[in-house]
């Protein structure tokens, strides 16, 4: 379905004025475009400076270059893209940029940039591994985030990969284009407002939350301000599709507050990310076992298990006051902790190590393999996840679906997911409700036995099932 | 001074601090007063721990440090006061407010406790600038008849103290050519609110906001602010990273404040926004109220007549330079009138930042190269800006976000008819009359309204009478209401 219509004048022709253009002579594009084509709208001007100019170009420069080439003409506009070009040496070696008309673009850069294999990346590959048979193109961004280019369709995949991304840029237009994951770099996000507002495209973001906004005292340093520069990408898009009716409630706010600067902002839809099970590998069993598990006097000690990173928001200072609380009390358990630190992670680590020093049966495990996770969630008694804001709570669902209790918080993404049942819900500022919440589950065995019932009824659903759904917003 | 005696004094003002808020924490002035530091902190320590309200733990934490803990720093404190012994709760008091006390650069402060509203008038008590929210400041606080005590922040940014008289009346009697002293009141009082209220009328700088929020949070005063918009979230692809970061910090206090009073039902409705957007946390955010600001013209009185007509009429912006105001697309706007042959002058005034101004000013050059009159006026009085507004036959101001539009009114205030647009807070005063409200994003619409306006002297008439008949608040009424939306319980 996607169409390459050239570089150059002769791509911006061939998209400016559809018919058969495409195979003229280079002089007579030029002609043909100085001479016959009215003035240029923003959406031309975007197009010829991406194209000719060989960089997506921002909002701000779009308005410069349109009003230019509405008092100047549009042979002047393209002469001074062109020796705009030239002036900055730094501009010479930039790519050619062909034009793709009618293509679906999936931006999955970061998840391409990565060997992580967090929930974003697991989320690129299941779009990916969905659409790309569809027909839909991978793309990333050149190393200065100039240009879109094309990946690999396997660069997702492979664990080692040399080049994933092509040289040629290449500029959407008439088509589809979805961003799936959150841009924390200003260049890109602003260029990627500019292509929203004027590629002639249908765009979707797919939305996770909007905590740096909303919650920014647990974000990691200048997290909110980039990423309000992301936001005002989105505020362009035709369509969110938020992960959780949560995360669409949250963006439904946000989209309330583009009224007052005139902006009608993209259609919130929610679209419940995928729930799968994880595969505990029999033969992970052994090592996981002997990672995770503890034993006193009276034997093996109930596994408290606790998955995300050490950043402030996933409360884990709660959830080592909680323990401390219930230990004291002469509960037996151990608790384990499986994330990699994060921004302030000092002072968790700090109480850690003081507990840890003091005799309590307490670890902390990061960089753990898929297989060592999936165990850690069937060995529990119960994870506790009492985060302040999640626009999902992706440890919730794999515990449940691993047949795992869970206490977390009553509020939010992860009151949703309880209703599904498996859960236990306490307020996540208060520790001694934490405490309580995990003493019921080591203590009550019945409580304990009729959640984990309710966990293993959860229904599945499958990234296909969740890639499809995205599609039919984006697509049609 | 030597090292022994600073010792033995900071460890009497720490006593003294105790003795404070001792009755507030549950120890009886008699019990306190018959008890050494060491003793008495334990006493103070186990009242709180008893009890675990996070007011009196944050009150407590206050005395000790002699400056506002941060919410990491409560909670720090709370868990300390659970998880410790008796006997040995001071320490873990004294570990939980270690990095606030480290940053408060005087060991004798004493604290002051207050129970009338606290106002908030840091930048307005150390700045001379006067725009926008300065303005509403200082013509709303100085007319505030109920009781109240004005802040600052201390130098080293810990806590409130008492205004000095100059800072005083660089809020309450501001005039042109008004300068700001530095003042070193780090040594003075600690104002510590109690079953109070803190008033924010300003918008706290960033390095006063974790302690703001651990006031809202936790202190039990009430917390009012004015809202004056949501631009740096709503509008971030026109301001600075920095800027937005230090709103989404804001938005802590905000959303464990208990009332915000927005400058126009668009701002309120920005609020309410979040609001719903907070609930993904488990917050309900503040009661949302709107309070349109006054209409009054530059200078306080409104025009007897206006200017006589004159030979070239004049089209006139005011407004910070900056893209958001749109300068841009009333140049090109202009630009196409002239064109088509249209006579008039273009004016701006408006200062602003470096990088803008060096941009505006090489398009402004353009345009006046090829022979058109426009201007660009900076550092302009407010005796000379009211002379503009009078003087301008059109008034141009279709920003792409206000919370407000202060110069709308301004100019409406002089009986001038405005050209603004047609969304948000501006549609919201057009209203009102006097207005012509257009597409900002649309040059060409704005150049029809200002052509309308140039040459059909009966609309312009008509616009004129209703900006004659508009009927808006004074700054007397608006800060009554202000202070009544204030203090009044919210159902």
Known sequence: MSEDLGTGIRGVVAALLPGKAADRERERHRLRLEHSMPLPTAEAAWLMLAVLGRRLPTSEEVERAYRFGRFNGTRALVRSIAMERLRHPSRWFDAKVSVLRSAVLLDVHDSIDTHLLTGVQRLARGIAESWIPRG??????????????????RALQAAKKKRRMARRGVVPWQGHYVLAEVVTEPERSVRTQALAQYAQSRTMLVGADIIPLTTAETTGPRMPGVFAKYLAAAARMSVVAAISSTAAAEYAGWRGMLRSAGIGGPEIVNVPIAETAGIASPDARAEAERLLLAADDEGTLPLVLSVGSHEPRKNHGAVLAAAELLWREGLRFNLVFIGGNAWSSDEFRMRLAALSSAGRPIQSLSGASDAILWWAYRLARLTVFPSVN??????????????????????????????????????????????AGIRSLLLDDALHDRLAAEAVARPLRSWGAYAGDLWRILVG | MNDNDLVRRSVAALRARLLVVAPSVGVAAGRANQLAVGPLLEALADAVAGSSTPSRVWLLATAVAAGYPTVAEVTAVTRGLELAAPGVRGG???????VTASQVRSSVVSIELVSDPLVDVDFCATHAHNTGIQRVVRSTVP??????????????????????????????????????????TNAEPLLVPVDGAILLPEVPALEYIAR???????????????????????SADTVSDDESDRFAHYLEVVKHANVVSCISETTADEFRSLNSSFEAQGIRGPSVLALPLPEQPVGGQRAAEHAAPVAVPLVLMVGSLEPRKNQLGVLSASRILWERGAEFELQFIGGGSAWFIAQFDREVDAVRRLGYPVSVRRGVSDSDLAAAYRAATVFVFPSLQEGYGLPIVEALATGTPVITSNYGSMAEIAQGGGCLSVDPRDDDAIADAIERLLVDPVLRESLIAEAAARQGLTWAEYAGSLWRQFMEPVA
Not at chain 1, 136 to 153: E, K
Not at chain 1, 390 to 410: A, C, I, K, N
């Open chain 1, 136 to 153: 839909a193109t991978l793309i990333g961004w050149s190393p200065g985030r100039t240009q879109l280019r094309v990946a690999d369709p």
């Open chain 1, 390 to 435: 999640e626009g999902f709570g992706l440890p919730v669902v794999e515990s449940l679906h691993s047949g795992t209790p869970v206490v977390t918080s009553r509020f939010g993404s992860m009151e949703d997911i309880a209703r599904g049942g498996g859960c236990v819900l306490v307020d996540p500022h208060d520790d001694r409700d934490v405490a």
């Open chain 2, 92 to 98: 873990a008091v004294l570990s939980g407010v270690a």
């Open chain 2, 143 to 184: 007319k505030w008849s109920g009781a109240h005590v004005l802040a600052a922040w201390s130098p080293d940014g810990t806590g409130y103290r008492r205004l000095t008289p100059s800072q005083e009346s660089l809020v309450t009697a501001w005039h042109s050519g008004a300068r700001a002293e530095p003042a070193d």
């Open chain 2, 212 to 234: 703001l929020a651990s006031i809202a949070r936790f202190s039990g005063n009430r917390v009012g602010l004015i809202g004056y918009d949501a631009i740096p979230v709503v």
